[in-house]
């Protein structure tokens, strides 16, 4: 996309007639004699529709280029609003510096812009696959983040002073009517680039495919405008050498598209291990299935690159969730997320238990949970349950919608109407509060919602995050979860074995690259309108990892790293930091 500075118009003088004439800048051609436009195949009026539709397509591309890098790098490093300034303040700073050296081309305007182009092409086409390289093989991708950001804006910065050239080169005008055309056409083709990426390439063709399709667009747009349009401002050298780089970054793009689904199979096995059964990716994340087939190996499930579920203390995790919520009347549940199946599963396992309703964004999860081996015989077939009932939405807007129906539907195609006092049990079991699109179910909104679903003498158990790793989080939800007037108890479990997981975004032990541990604990709240008290169920099953002293042990530990005086996190505030 341009947007950088243009060159001023120039200024003028009166002349001996007295007129006026226009003084040429510093270092520039003399305008007495103005330069004659260039000879073109076209009628003058067709040539400049045909450069300004050039600058809709690159302005197009540019802005899928700034929007993948930052789409990959918030699903490879998190925390969205981070990558975004990253890029957009690295690129707008770089497409000023592009602007400034792109003035040393401007009197071999056409061929300088052929060049530009298609560097630009291969270096955005194949950012994304670069970038994702990076994370996969190295552990580090920030690096290559900035380095790309800069890259590309440089190269979009200089389309500037070559655009105005070349426009310039096909009917002389003033400078204000040629700049108001030019970014006339470079904004719609940003808003055409903008709506493209999420709406088409991003589910159409993916992140890696679509950036090289891109890059592809892009080197034809340039190519053709100077190799056809310009081509009398072209010496025979110049001519061929456009010609073999355009044909060498479109065979590279090429051959780039062709080798992606091995590529990306190939990445897959280096994060996940070479046992995936199971990879897809939904419109709302990655689902990745590993592990659990008849071979033995413990199942690990990965939810946009991060262990959500592993077989080897899920247990553990679920039942800490679970059960001190269950110490109170239980006739009536909702869990909050848990599309896997398993905090069902610990629920069920109660006889008072009349209904569970599960709210769960992604069907493809619910699906899965109901149908693939492996899971189902880690949830113990819970959906099969008719007691368990699913809404297919955001917990977030389900909520807020759902009292009297509002327009939300289970799976059935029934209303799912929620009144005040509706369940007896909320359990959140959620992505962790520093993912940022998980931010707003952590929000003081969120929970006044949750508090109302509640019924009289009801009880909330929400995951926290890692008390260890990230206590000024974990304090503030539960100081989140208090200003909606709601009493807690904190407390939190240890993990079990090493390379066991470390919350709802649980990342392995060690990442790609070798990168840092897990944190070693979850932490978790419990709450209700009046004081809660940690402990288990005297009458009900008896937890297979979890005991009362245990428990309580967590509650201490959990009262001993209190942060006291922290402000609630809201929608328009959010205070989960990375």
């Known amino acids: 996309m341009i947007d950088s500075p243009v060159p001023a118009a120039p200024s003028t003088a009166p002349s001996a007639d007295g007129s006026t004439a226009p003084i040429p800048a510093p270092g520039a051609p003399s305008l007495a004699e103005p330069e004659r436009p260039a000879p073109l195949p076209v009628p003058a009026g067709l040539g400049r529709f045909l450069v300004l539709g050039t600058v809709f397509v690159c302005a197009a591309c540019g802005l899928v280029y700034e929007l993948e890098l930052v789409a990959l790098a918030s699903y490879l490093m998190g925390d969205s609003v981070t990558q975004a300034s990253v890029v957009l303040s690295v690129m707008v700073f770089a497409m000023g510096l592009g602007s400034l050296l792109a003035k040393r081309l401007r009197c071999r305007a056409a061929v300088g812009f052929g060049a530009v182009e298609a560097v630009l092409a291969l270096v955005g086409g194949c950012s994304a696959m670069a ?63 903008g709506l493209a990426f999420p709406f088409l390439l991003l589910p159409a063709l993916g992140q890696l495919t679509g950036a090289l399709v891109t890059g592809a667009v892009n080197a034809v747009a340039g190519g053709a405008l100077v190799l056809w349009l310009f081509r009398r401002d072209l010496s025979a050298r110049a001519r061929w050498t456009l010609v073999v780089t355009n ?56 939810l946009d690159g991060r262990l959500r579920v592993s077989g080897r203390d899920e247990l553990r995790y679920h039942e800490a969730l679970v059960h001190p919520a269950m110490t109170g009347p239980h006739r009536r549940v909702l869990v909050l997320g848990g599309g896997d199946g398993l905090a069902v599963r610990e629920v069920l396992r109660y006889g008072g238990v009349g209904s569970v309703t599960v709210v769960e964004i992604d069907a493809e999860v619910v699906r899965l949970a109901r149908t693939d081996p492996g899971l189902t015989a880690l949830n113990a077939h819970a959906y099969r349950d008719p007691r368990v009932r699913v809404v297919t939405a955001d917990a977030f807007d389900w909520l807020r919608r759902a009292d009297g129906g509002g327009g939300a539907y289970d799976s059935a195609g029934e ?39 509640l019924a009289p003498g009801g009880r909330l158990a929400v995951h926290a995050g890692t008390l260890s790793a990230r206590p000024r989080a974990y304090w503030t939800v539960e100081a989140t979860v208090r200003s909606v007037g709601l009493r807690t108890a904190p407390y939190t479990v240890g993990r079990q074995p090493p390379g066991s997981s470390g919350g709802p975004d649980r990342t392995p032990d060690r990442a790609p690259g070798g990168a840092a541990a897990a944190p070693q604990d979850w932490g978790f709240v419990l709450a209700g309108r009046t004081p809660v008290r940690l402990g288990l169920p005297g009458h009900g099953p008896r937890p297979r990892s979890l005991t009362p002293g245990a428990l309580r042990a967590g509650g201490r530990e959990a009262a001993r790293q209190r942060e006291p005086g922290l402000p609630a996190s809201t929608l328009t505030h959010p205070r989960y930091t990375p």
């Open 131 to 193: 970038l994702y390289a990076c994370f996969v093989w190295s552990g580090q991708s920030r690096a290559a983040l900035v380095g790309f950001s800069l890259a590309i804006g440089v190269l979009i910065g200089a389309e500037v002073p070559l655009l105005m050239t070349l426009i310039q080169r096909v009917r002389r005008q003033d400078a204000g009517g040629a700049v108001a055309d030019l970014f006339a056409a470079d904004y719609v083709g940003a808003l055409v680039g």
């Open 247 to 302: 044909v060498v970054v479109l065979a590279l793009l090429a051959a780039a598209a062709a080798l992606t689904p091995a590529f990306e199979r190939a990445a897959r096995r280096a994060v996940y291990g070479p046992d995936i059964r199971v990879a897809v990716r939904t419109g709302v994340q990655e689902i990745v299935l590993t592990g659990g087939g008849a071979d033995g190996r413990t199942l690990s499930l990965f």
């Open 415 to 453: 209303p799912a109407s929620l009144t005040p006092g509706a369940y007896d049990v909320v359990v959140c079991d959620l992505p962790d509060p520093g993912i940022t699109p998980s931010t707003k179910l952590y929000s003081q909104e969120f929970y006044g919602l949750v508090e109302r679903a």
